[in-house]
């Protein structure tokens, strides 16, 4: 299935598009709002991955709707983002992607409430409060050829793809050598 057209602004102003990656898979991360640590962690796995990604000749991309000064100060902070950061303030493109909401039927999936015990564990500091904060992200993987490799619509907001997953979609779609 071919991926969704994705045009928006950088956080630098100028517009990017997917198509500039045409014939590089690209990873693709909707994140959800500033004040999400599930988010904040999976941003913090990608780049910590940045050397595998690499060596599959990946781009990252990730899409936020928040402005960048809110989004720098919450999610990002301490964080020296490698990656194209691209703001949807208007929510569009999630929309377009398919990336819905959480309801009551996300607030009580289990697996919430592992990762929230974990983050306090790790004594993690709140994010505070952001704006739509219901609004949820997802993953993809784009191959080479412009079709979905790897999809995962979040369901509940600790439903963040897991970084060997997105590894291995990439594998898989490379061409054979």
Request: some cysteine; charged content about 25%.
């Amino acid at each position: 299935m071919p991926a969704p057209s994705l045009e928006l602004p950088a956080a630098s102003g100028d517009r990017r598009s997917l198509r500039e990656f045409q014939g590089r898979p690209v990873v693709l991360s909707f994140l959800g709002p500033a004040s999400c640590a599930f988010c904040r962690a999976h941003v913090i796995r990608t780049i910590q991955a940045r050397d595998e990604f690499a060596a599959l000749d990946a781009t990252v991309v990730l899409v936020a709707y928040h402005d960048p000064e809110l989004l720098m100060a919450k999610m990002m902070r301490d964080l020296q983002l490698p990656y194209l950061l691209l703001l949807d303030s208007t929510r569009e493109s999630y929309a377009r992607w398919g990336l819905g909401r959480f309801n009551l039927r996300s607030v009580l999936a289990p697996g919430m409430y592992w990762g929230i015990l974990q983050i306090l564990l790790r004594r993690e500091p709140s994010l505070g409060r952001a704006p739509n904060e219901s609004q949820l992200g997802g993953d993809f993987v784009i191959d080479r050829a412009g079709q979905l490799a790897y999809v995962n619509r979040m369901r509940s907001i600790h439903d963040r793809a897991r970084i060997p997953d997105l590894l291995a979609a990439l594998e898989r779609s490379a061409p054979a050598r």
